[in-house]
């Protein structure tokens, strides 16, 4: 065999190794999909960054229509208290009994995003995350109702006694625990 077929011989050799070998790794059954397991050190580093760099390509640059507007925030209360508080929580509240079993955690919002623009926690809202819990809200809110969503976490840093306590009341208030 000449020298040049064996140059692709072994290049496609390579490839089906690289393909193959997780794919049967998989296959199985070596990797522990519970969520109530770690995950690995290659899921923790590349899991975050390809998200992020898929939700940096498709977000809307725009900024919240509805920023500071307080009746936009007090629609986006309405919905965050109905979908978001039980796995998110909000500042001085924690999320429901059931958050504590997410893999990998929801975050905790309120604390100014680490500034993520608006476009981007609009389009996580809307969309969702894949193999997270982070379910699309696009199929049952309008875009108009998902920008009061991000104007209402936007305000969550100044919540009043009255919000975070009817919150905390959403969440199970001090939920039984086993």
């Not at 059954?29 to 590349?46: I, Q, S």
């Not at 307080?70 to 998110?88: K, L, Q, S, T």
Request: net charge negative; with cysteine; hydrophobic share 40%.
């Amino acid at each position: 065999m000449n020298k040049k077929w064996s140059v692709a011989l072994s290049f496609v050799a390579g490839i089906l190794v690289t393909v193959l070998v997780p794919i049967l790794v998989l296959a199985a059954g070596v990797v522990n999909m519970g969520a109530d397991v770690n995950p690995g050190l290659l899921e923790r580093t590349l899991a975050p960054w390809a998200r992020d760099r898929s939700v940096e390509k498709r977000a809307p640059t725009e900024k919240d229509p509805d920023a500071g507007n307080p009746a936009a925030i007090g629609v986006g209360f309405d919905h965050y208290r109905e979908n978001c508080v039980m796995c998110h929580g909000a500042p001085g509240v924690a999320g429901a009994e059931l958050s504590k079993g997410i893999n990998p955690p929801a975050p905790s919002l309120g604390n100014g995003e680490n500034g993520t623009p608006d476009g981007e926690l609009f389009w996580v809202i809307k969309h969702g995350i894949r193999m997270t819990a982070m379910p699309a809200f696009g199929p049952t809110h309008t875009d108009e109702e998902i920008w009061k969503i991000v104007a209402f976490i936007r305000h969550l840093p100044d919540l009043t006694k009255a919000e975070r306590d009817s919150l905390q009341a959403a969440t199970g208030g001090e939920a039984h625990h086993h």
